[in-house]
T-cell receptor, first 115, second 113 residues
Framework: NAGVTQTPKFQVLKTGQSMTLQCAQD?????MYWYRQDPGMGLRLIYYSASEGTTDKGEVPNGYNVSRLNKREFSLRLESAAPSQTSVYFC??????????????FGPGTRLTVL | GESVGLHLPTLSVQEGDNSIINCAYSNSASDYFIWYKQESGKGPQFIID?????DKRQGQRVTVLLNKTVKHLSLQIAATQPGDSAVYFCAENIGGSWGKLQFGAGTQVVVTP
C-alpha cells in the first residue's frame, strides 16, 4: 500500500513549456486534490475532484488544468509554464465515503522550477 | 476573508519538554480541524483531527484542544523528541461537506538537546 504517489519528484521547465504532473492513490479514495506550497505560506488549493468524473476549481486555478483519469489517478497540467508557477505541488486524497469532511492524505510532492 | 492562522512562526523546545502549538481560526461554521506535520522535503503527514462536537482528543503523545468560544485550536506534544522537529500546520474545513480545507502558514518547531 503506497498511499499517494507523485511523479516526477523534480522538474525544471523553461517559460512557455508545458508538462503534466501525475498523481495516483491506492486507497480507493473518492476525492483527490492538487495544492501548491510556496515559501512561508500554507497550502493553497488549485483544483479538486470530489468524485470520479467531476473536477472543480479551488483557490488558485489560473494557469492549470486537471483530469480525473479514473478513480485512482488525478493529473495536473501546466499548458504554458510561467515563473510564478515555481512551487512545490502536492496531491492529496480523502475517502469521503459518508459525505463528511475527512482526513486528506498527501503525496511526497513535486518540486517545479520555471526559468 | 476568513482564514486560519498561527500565533508563533517558530517554537524552540528542549528535548523532553512538552510543546504547545497554537492556531486561531475565524470561521465559526468550521466543523472539522486537522493538524499536519511536515518534515523538510516531504509531504504533510496527518497527526490528529477533531470535529467541532468535541473539545479534546488524544493520540499517541499528542493532544488537540478545541475552544470554540474563542475559536482557538492547539496541539500539545508530550515529551518532545528530536524527531518532532518539523513544520506543523493546522487546517479547517471551510467548504461544507465536500472537504475543502484551508491551511495556516505553519509553525516551525525546533527541538534542542
Amino acid at each position: 500500500n503506497a498511499g499517494v504517489t507523485q511523479t516526477p519528484k523534480f522538474q525544471v521547465l523553461k517559460t512557455g513549456q508545458s508538462m503534466t504532473l501525475q498523481c495516483a492513490q491506492d486507497m480507493n479514495h473518492n476525492s483527490m486534490y492538487w495544492y501548491r506550497q510556496d515559501p512561508g505560506m500554507g497550502l493553497r488549493l488549485i483544483y479538486y475532484s470530489a468524485s470520479e468524473g467531476t473536477t472543480d476549481k479551488g483557490e488558485v486555478p489560473n494557469g492549470y488544468n486537471v483530469s480525473r483519469l479514473n478513480k485512482r489517478e488525478f493529473s495536473l497540467r501546466l499548458e504554458s509554464a510561467a515563473p510564478s508557477q515555481t512551487s512545490v505541488y502536492f496531491c492529496a486524497s480523502s475517502a469521503r465515503t459518508s459525505g463528511r469532511t475527512d482526513t486528506q492524505y498527501f503525496g511526497p510532492g513535486t518540486r517545479l522550477t520555471v526559468l | 476573508g476568513e482564514s486560519v492562522g498561527l500565533h508563533l512562526p517558530t517554537l524552540s523546545v528542549q528535548e523532553g519538554d512538552n510543546s504547545i502549538i497554537n492556531c486561531a481560526y475565524s470561521n465559526s461554521a468550521s466543523d472539522y480541524f486537522i493538524w499536519y506535520k511536515q518534515e523538510s522535503g516531504k509531504g504533510p503527514q496527518f497527526i490528529i483531527d477533531i470535529r467541532s462536537n468535541m473539545d479534546k482528543r488524544q493520540g499517541q503523545r499528542v493532544t488537540v484542544l478545541l475552544n470554540k468560544t474563542v475559536k482557538h485550536l492547539s496541539l500539545q506534544i508530550a515529551a518532545t523528541q528530536p524527531g518532532d522537529s518539523a513544520v506543523y500546520f493546522c487546517a479547517e474545513n471551510i467548504g461544507g461537506s465536500w472537504g475543502k480545507l484551508q491551511f495556516g502558514a505553519g509553525t516551525q518547531v525546533v527541538v534542542t538537546p
